[in-house]
């Protein structure tokens, strides 16, 4: 059974940081391409971030989070991270993990970021 389990989420003020993780367990990692979503409340979920599978994985980010956000991977560790930093109120969601492979996806139970003063 393949599961994905994210933390790092908590409450943080505005202009500060945190790195979500992902571990994945029950495949093998680097088949996975990764990502990040978030859903605020009363809105749909949105990507925020992906990265492809394999070693060098090529990354891509929404207009709102970039140069803001990084993801990255460690296949050894099977996870993955979202380094959030500049951290704004509208960026207060429940962020979840998705990987996906071979026309399977999974999907984490999200870990809750708020941003708030």
């Known amino acids: 059974q393949v599961q994905l389990v994210e933390s790092g989420g908590g409450l943080v003020q505005p202009g500060g940081s945190l790195r979500l993780s992902c571990a994945a367990s029950g495949i093998i990692f680097n088949w996975l391409a990764m990502a990040w979503y978030r859903q605020a409340p009363g809105k749909q979920r949105e990507l925020v971030a992906s990265?492809?599978?394999?070693?060098?994985?090529?990354?891509n980010y929404a207009d709102s989070v970039k140069g803001r956000f990084t993801i990255s991977r460690d296949n050894a560790k099977n996870t993955v991270y979202l380094q959030m930093n500049s951290l704004k109120p509208e960026d207060t969601a429940v962020y979840y993990c998705r990987g996906d492979y071979s026309g399977s996806e999974y999907w984490g139970q999200g870990t809750q970021v708020t941003v708030s003063s």
């Open positions: 990265i492809t599978s394999g070693s060098g994985g090529r990354t």
